[in-house]
């Protein structure tokens, strides 16, 4: 039985219990993933501590990793009206246990498509492809002229995830730097773009090369994260604002010195929509359906009717990156979900990493630059560093830890010298932690192997000696193997 082979050592290893979610707490940080909604009864006191009655509040608990506990919704532009044809039932179909039904293929045969399964199968995973068009190339896709989104919209599933509530500042990039001497990408090429109505001088927009792919963006000499216009600036009353002029690398080696990782955009646009995952609630932007400037200026940091770059009227209160709380979060509490700064996400290809979010410079509606839609959406050269674009981090729940056995290889674990010993036969002097992983049996009986606990210093792990028929006079060689931890090389489903 399942407990019974919890106490097992040679196969309890992989059926340990998951680790209680709700139990993990990261400060700054807010957890995405399913959960269980109950309601829960108080008793109300008054001043003299007598009851008075009972309130019934409702409370959430996250679901455990024993089921599955992730988020399928909606992934896409929002302009594209593709989304209204996926059923709701989509989007409540459990991946595992009884109803899973092994693939939706099987599904899409019952509903009456007419389609085998592996016709099913094989639109699914490749599409109809048009031979005119000749091949794309991987990890292509589709994009809305607007927003940048991908489309069509499609449903995706993702694991449960933290995400950092705010983009993170230039306050806490600079403890970054000041612990490890990190020298970011800009100040290693010695320029970075910056905005030309930022521009301290007019005649540095004619001397300055310019983005090839967006003219008013400026390539000036000296602009890093300290500096974000340039010479004579500074971050300095800046230290709440988000971290700019950094690259995709410069954003990774942040989130792992603290230990976590940049999202997938997966992640990232399940935390935005913040539980607008179906056709039914799916809007466009974090605050419905409007898009008139007046609402979004307050709530978020866009570009509003001047006409752009020379003429922002600031009608949210900012002309260029704003404090990261300074609007309203979601309804998960998230911030500056839209508009501030453009946020990269894990995955993409070096020439063409994945930003999200829009920034200061994007409009509502796309007559500038992007709409800054919960769908928006760019990719960028990897080493890109600019004015308006930041990072935020995430970070996977725990799980429980798997073992593998490992066998000692002299090859691998690098034994220098040989010993031979009185029958000829060359040993390779053991790896520190192994100790001895060969000894002469003299036994000729197999079936009675051995089991020796060591302490070894290199992993904890418990030491058995297995049986190998030796080659040389027939003698039986013991061969080590070690229980280690198995390492986990999967931080989501998406990536």
């Known amino acids: 039985t399942g407990h019974e082979a919890l106490s097992d050592p040679e196969i309890g290893s992989a059926l340990d219990p998951h680790p209680d979610p709700n139990d993990e707490r990261h400060s700054g940080m807010i957890y995405v993933g399913r959960h269980h909604h109950y ?30 506990n992730g988020i399928k919704y909606i992934f896409g ?11 709701e039932s989509d989007l409540h179909h459990e991946r595992y246990g009884p109803d899973a039904r092994h693939d939706l293929a099987d599904r899409a045969r019952d509903d009456g498509g007419g389609k085998t399964r592996e016709e099913a199968l094989r639109e699914r995973r490749h599409g109809t ?3 005119s068009k000749g091949p794309k190339a991987f990890g292509h896709v589709d994009t809305h002229p607007l927003d940048g989104g991908v489309v069509p919209p499609r449903v995706v599933h993702v694991d449960p995830f933290f995400l950092d509530a705010k983009p993170v500042t230039n306050r806490e990039y600079a403890k970054f730097v000041r612990a490890t001497y990190y020298e970011t990408e800009a100040e290693q090429f010695g320029w970075s773009f910056v905005l030309s ?44 604002h988000p971290a700019v002029h950094v690259s995709h690398r410069d954003a990774a080696e942040y989130c ?8 997938g955009e997966w992640e990232w646009e399940a935390a ?6 179906g056709p039914s609630n799916r809007t466009l932007y974090a605050w419905g359906e409007d898009d008139s400037v007046g609402t979004a200026a307050t709530r978020a940091n866009l570009w509003g009717e001047g006409e ?21 979060p979601n309804g998960y509490g998230f911030y500056d979900m839209t508009g501030n700064v453009w946020e990269w996400c894990r995955g993409g290809k070096h020439k063409s990493r994945i930003a999200r979010g ?60 040989a010993v031979e010993d009185e029958f000829g036969v060359k040993h390779m002097s053991p790896q520190r932690g192994w100790e001895d992983q060969f000894y002469v049996d003299d036994d000729d009986d197999d079936d009675d192997d051995e089991f020796d606990e060591f302490g070894g210093d290199g992993g904890g792990g418990e030491f058995v000696s297995v049986d190998e028929r030796g080659s040389a006079r027939g003698r039986s060689e013991k061969r080590k193997k070690r229980k280690v931890i198995k390492p986990r090389t999967r931080v989501s489903n998406e990536l």
């Open 256 to 263: 792992t010195w603290v230990g976590k990782r940049l999202p």
């Open 358 to 417: 829009a920034s200061y410079v994007d409009s509502i509606d796309g007559s500038y630059n992007h709409a800054a839609t919960l769908g928006a959406r760019a990719t960028l050269h990897g080493t890109t560093g600019a004015g308006n674009v930041g990072f935020r981090c995430a970070k996977a729940p725990k799980r429980r830890t798997e073992y593998h056995w490992a066998y000692h290889d002299e090859e691998q674990h690098g034994g220098r010298l």
């Open 272 to 277: 935005a929509r913040a539980g607008h995952y």
């Open 39 to 68: 309601e829960d009864e108080e008793e109300e006191k008054t001043d003299d501590g007598t009851g008075e009655g009972t309130t019934t509040t409702t409370k959430k608990r996250r679901v455990g990793f024993d089921v599955d």
């Open 129 to 131: 492809v048009d031979p």
């Open 308 to 328: 752009f770059p020379f003429h922002n009227r600031a009608e949210d209160g900012w002309r260029g990156t704003s404090p990261v709380s300074s609007f309203p």
């Open 197 to 240: 109505s930022f521009l301290p001088k007019a005649k540095m927009l004619e001397d300055s090369d310019v983005d090839p792919e967006a003219e008013h963006w400026v390539a000036v000499d000296g602009a890093y994260w300290r500096v974000p216009e340039g010479p004579g600036s500074s971050y300095k009353h800046r230290e709440d």
């Open 77 to 87: 532009t929002s302009f594209d009206e593709t989304h209204r044809d996926i059923e």
